[in-house]
């Protein structure tokens, strides 16, 4: 059983940085392949960002390149979402995926609800104009 608990989620004017965090339970955290997804109102849930393992290789939703950065520290059992120059349109609910499967490289392919296996309660980002 794994256990995901975001934080770091809030109020911001647009422009405005965030950092979300993800705690997880476990002691394969390292073999983990973990991703944030993001839901808006009315709006399906969307990929944002993809890490593997080792954190070598990473993707990214088209709508966040140059802005997100995904990052993971496995000492801490901990993976990140660096979110600067936010727009409005960011606004949404980030959820935390996990993906038992130990990946090399992270693609396109990691995009899908489908792979992951756990899932987090969501942290509430809202970007104000």
């Known amino acids: 059983q794994v256990q995901l608990v975001e934080s770091g989620g809030g109020l911001v004017q647009a422009g405005g940085s965030l950092r979300l965090s993800c705690a997880a339970s476990?002691?394969?955290?390292?073999?983990?392949?973990m991703a944030w997804f993001r839901q808006a109102p009315g709006k399906e849930r969307e990929f944002v960002a993809a890490i593997n393992w080792s954190g070598g290789s990473t993707h990214y939703a088209d709508f966040v390149k140059g802005r997100f950065t995904i990052s993971r520290d496995n000492a801490k059992n901990t993976v990140y979402l660096q979110m600067n120059s936010l727009k409005p349109e960011d606004t949404a609910v980030y959820y935390c995926?996990?993906?038992?499967?130990?990946?090399?490289?992270?693609?396109?392919?990691?995009?899908?609800?489908?792979?992951?296996?756990?899932w987090g309660q969501g942290t509430q980002v809202t970007v104000s104009s």
């Open positions: 995926a996990a993906d038992l499967v130990r990946r090399t490289v992270v693609d396109g392919t990691d995009s899908r609800l489908s792979q992951y296996d756990y």
């Open positions: 476990g002691r394969t955290f390292t073999s983990y392949t």
